[in-house]
């Protein structure tokens, strides 16, 4: 038992912004998109759900490890220590339970988990692929999770506007917000449920870092939370990373078009 927990706390140099690490995750994440869209276009893949679903029980099965990972320990003996603050319903935790869900799911409700996975999961994966931050850490095992987890939010969302599961339209986003609403509002049940119940101690539980109860870390969002009453916290909080996902939207609405305007040159 020690052997596989030292194997699971396997170390390396902590790496840095735009170090070797860093930029090969980068290209790994493009190279898997394209390679997944150019499958796709020659017909190689033919079900999108499917590779949702995979991707996201690929995302799934990293997460249980990496709760063992932070929970396990061996100091003369095994020991079990729960990591409350990593409890698996952040931001970056909703795209795996989206994509499985619409992995098997049809109809509108898969897409509206379509469509939020195509614009927040998007944008919080460009977050965090560009400027990781504090994820990075000593852990070799948490690097490749990190990075696997948050370029797949990327890599399977690009894959959803190529193959049209996912229409680029101004509705879309509507659709998206509906997602990222209900899951922020499960933060702030579970935020309130944890302290009530004091079943994380003195432990930092901050799920969607929304809590009213632990200060928040998030640079702009702290600011916020500081000076303007607790409900319009919340209120901006989902307005704002809608807004910011809402530009991804046109961007991709700016790429169709103009692809469009040059398919009609060449047809003309």
Same mark, same amino acid.
């Given at each position: 038992?020690?052997?596989?927990?030292?194997?699971?706390?396997?170390?390396?140099?902590?790496?840095?912004?735009?170090?070797?690490?860093?930029?090969?995750?980068?290209?790994?994440?493009?190279?898997?998109?394209?390679?997944?869209?150019?499958?796709?276009?020659?017909?190689?893949?033919?079900?999108?759900?499917?590779?949702?679903?995979?991707?996201?029980?690929?995302?799934?099965?990293?997460?249980?490890?990496?709760?063992?990972?932070?929970?396990?320990?061996?100091?003369?003996?095994?020991?079990?220590?729960?990591?409350?603050?990593?409890?698996?319903?952040?931001?970056?935790?909703? @795209?795996?339970?989206?994509?499985?869900?619409?992995?098997?799911?049809?109809? /509108?409700?898969?897409?509206?988990?379509?469509?939020?996975?195509?614009?927040?999961?998007?944008?919080?994966?460009?977050?965090?692929?560009?400027?990781?931050?504090?994820?990075?850490?000593?852990?070799?095992?948490?690097?490749?999770?990190?990075?696997?987890?948050?370029?797949?939010?990327?890599?399977?969302?690009?894959?959803?506007?190529?193959?049209?599961?996912?229409?680029?339209?101004?509705?879309?986003?509507?659709? &998206?917000?509906?997602?990222?609403?209900?899951?922020?509002?499960? &933060?702030?049940?579970?935020?309130?449920?944890?302290?009530?119940?004091?079943?994380?101690?003195?432990?930092?539980?901050?799920?969607?870092?929304?809590?009213?109860?632990?200060? @928040?870390?998030?640079?702009?969002?702290?600011?916020?939370?500081?000076?303007? @009453?607790? @409900?319009?916290?919340?209120?901006?909080?989902?307005?704002?990373?809608?807004?910011?996902?809402?530009?991804?939207?046109?961007?991709?609405?700016?790429?169709?078009?103009?692809?469009?305007?040059?398919?009609? /040159?060449?047809?003309?």
């Amino acid at each position: 038992m020690e052997s596989i927990i030292n194997l699971m706390h396997l170390k390396m140099t902590t790496p840095t912004w735009f170090g070797w690490f860093h930029i090969l995750c980068l290209l790994l994440t493009v190279g898997a998109t394209v390679l997944l869209c150019l499958l796709y276009k020659k017909g190689i893949i033919k079900n999108v759900s499917r590779v949702v679903l995979v991707m996201a029980l690929i995302v799934i099965v990293l997460e249980i490890y990496k709760q063992l990972q932070y929970s396990f320990s061996y100091d003369g003996g095994v020991v079990f220590d729960y990591q409350w603050y990593a409890f698996p319903w952040q931001f970056c935790s909703m @795209p795996m339970y989206a994509g499985l869900l619409a992995g098997v799911t049809r109809g /509108k409700f898969q897409s509206f988990l379509y469509s939020f996975l195509a614009t927040f999961a998007v944008f919080a994966g460009l977050c965090v692929m560009i400027y990781p931050g504090d994820v990075f850490t000593s852990s070799i095992w948490i690097n490749i999770q990190s990075m696997v987890c948050h370029g797949s939010m990327i890599v399977i969302g690009v894959f959803l506007y190529y193959t049209g599961a996912v229409r680029i339209e101004h509705k879309t986003i509507l659709k &998206a917000m509906a997602v990222f609403a209900f899951a922020v509002g499960m &933060a702030v049940v579970l935020n309130e449920l944890v302290v009530a119940t004091n079943i994380a101690g003195d432990e930092t539980f901050n799920m969607f870092f929304v809590s009213r109860h632990f200060a @928040p870390s998030l640079p702009v969002y702290s600011s916020v939370q500081a000076v303007v @009453p607790y @409900p319009w916290c919340l209120f901006i909080y989902i307005a704002g990373f809608t807004a910011a996902s809402y530009i991804l939207l046109l961007l991709a609405m700016l790429g169709k078009l103009i692809e469009n305007k040059i398919r009609a /040159k060449k047809n003309a």
